[in-house]
């Protein structure tokens, strides 16, 4: 009689757990130590991450084409099968394929990288070649003013109230576009980019 109403009594476990799965040290201990696996490649990767990724930055391959074929740069349209377009064109290559890795799911640097390959094949441009102009023989003219501005303030206040500026400060972006319509990238030696 005792062993029929332990039977009973396990069955009614049994049917209480049924669909629970067995439970046991071996499944606790599997457990255990799946948790402990997957929180270490969390925090490898999470560690791991920042010194692999890099930002795309096939917009300043962009910015530093642009400056180098306008006509501030003096490269005008109707020369664009001068040995400088390919020079500017070869540049503009080399620094999209710099940015290859970074940029491996960037639609813009996809789309340059096709552009410059029809560039290539549209002006005869051979890929091998210099990549950076020669240094003209002739010094650049100096600029004939220079730029004074002034806030509306300082301009309608007194004649005898000047301003005197110890440093001119530019923030953001370091290409620039100056008021004759010339193109400038401010350099600072040690500094970004």
Not at 169 to 174: C, K, Q, R, S
């Amino acid at each position: 009689s005792r062993s029929v109403d332990e039977k009973q009594w396990r069955n009614s476990i049994l049917t209480e757990w049924i669909g629970m799965g067995r439970s046991g040290p071996q499944i606790t201990a599997k457990r255990q130590l799946r948790d402990c696996l997957t929180l270490t490649m969390v925090l490898l990767s999470l560690l791991v991450r920042p010194a692999h990724c890099q930002q795309c930055r096939i917009q300043r391959c962009n910015a530093e084409y642009v400056a180098s074929t306008s006509p501030a740069s003096g490269l005008q349209e109707d020369a664009a099968l001068d040995v400088d377009y390919c020079t500017a064109l070869r540049a503009y290559a080399l620094c999209t394929r710099r940015q290859a890795r970074s940029c491996r799911g960037d639609l813009v640097y996809h789309s340059a990288d096709f552009r410059i390959k029809e560039l290539f094949s549209q002006h005869n441009c051979s890929s091998d070649g210099p990549t950076s102009a020669k240094a003209s023989s002739t010094p650049r003219p100096a600029a004939l003013e220079l730029c004074d501005y002034e806030s509306r303030v300082l301009a309608s206040g007194s004649a005898g109230h000047q301003k005197k500026y110890a440093h001119c400060g530019l923030f953001g972006d370091p290409h620039l576009r100056t008021f004759r319509d010339e193109f400038q990238t401010c350099k600072v030696e040690g500094a970004w980019p």
